[in-house]
């Protein structure tokens, strides 16, 4: 505002409506667009039930019918992997599908130009399914407590193992929705979901499995973030390394492929 003399001898007080063109800055970029991401994911039906509902009718069922015998409480058994299926269905199934169906339709690119800037994006798409994660977390301990879960150990030592999952199902993801097709990626995300389930240590220990084939289930990122958590949270150990270390060797192989081969277009 600008005082200029008025007619009678006072000031009058004018308005600058002159244009002052500009991004805003790049943290509210980022969270901006970090919470059309969440909006987004929560309003997608499909999205929901594969996050969150089967998550928590996977451990409401399998906690109360003895289908599987894992030596001890089911509950305490299954809680923990089923937060590790939660992490992937978020950062792997879920953002593989919609990224791949975001670079079809163009979405991407069009993102890409703006002052958000490519780099932000993927931020916020990074911090959407950190906040998604972390509502699935509240709502599976919840259920879990209620069914009488009982967790011990350090819940930072589970913070660090899901953050080190989360790295490396979000590598795994864009690299799957940056180098194929939409439906392809459709498909694929959920057939290794579907693999993952079954064969990672989530449902079924991994002890059930024939010997021959158990180091190899032992180094996928399911199995060691399942691994991870169930041996902190059910039987009070630390840090577990060897499982940390596998997932973190997955990020950073996945993430590196990812800054090399991901197609905006």
Same mark, same amino acid.
């Given at each position: 505002m600008t005082a200029v003399p008025s007619p009678a001898g006072g000031a009058m007080t004018t308005l600058d409506l002159t244009p002052a063109p500009g991004a805003a800055p790049f943290p509210r970029m980022v969270f901006a667009q970090a919470c059309a991401e969440v909006r987004a994911t929560l309003r997608n039906g499909e999205q929901l039930a594969l996050t969150l509902v089967l998550p928590v009718l996977l451990l409401v069922g399998f906690s109360m019918m003895p289908l599987i015998d894992v030596g001890g409480s089911r509950v305490d058994f299954l809680t923990p992997g089923v937060l590790a299926l939660a992490v992937m269905s978020t950062a792997f199934t879920g953002q593989a599908i919609a990224t791949g169906f975001e670079r079809r339709y163009g979405v991407l690119k069009r993102l890409g130009a703006t002052p958000l800037s490519r780099a932000g994006l993927m931020l916020a798409k990074t911090a959407a399914v950190v906040a998604v994660e972390v509502v699935q977390a509240v709502v599976i301990v919840t259920v879990g407590l209620a069914l009488g879960w009982r967790p011990q150990g350090?819940?930072?030592? @589970? %913070?660090?193992?899901?953050?080190?999952?989360? @790295? %490396?199902?979000s590598g795994l993801g864009l690299l799957m929705a940056g180098t194929l097709r939409a439906e392809a990626t459709l498909a694929a995300a959920n057939l290794v979901y579907l693999v993952l389930l079954g064969a990672g240590g989530v449902i079924f220990p991994l002890s059930k499995f024939p010997e021959g084939i158990r180091p190899v289930l032992e180094i996928l990122p399911i199995s060691a973030l399942t691994g991870g958590l169930r041996s902190v949270l059910a039987q009070g150990a630390a840090l577990p390394l060897v499982p940390l270390a596998v997932l973190a060797a997955w990020a950073v192989l996945s993430l590196g492929l990812v800054s090399r081969t991901f197609r905006w277009e």
């Open positions: 350090s819940f930072l030592s @589970a %913070a660090l193992l899901i953050v080190a999952g989360t @790295a %490396a199902f």
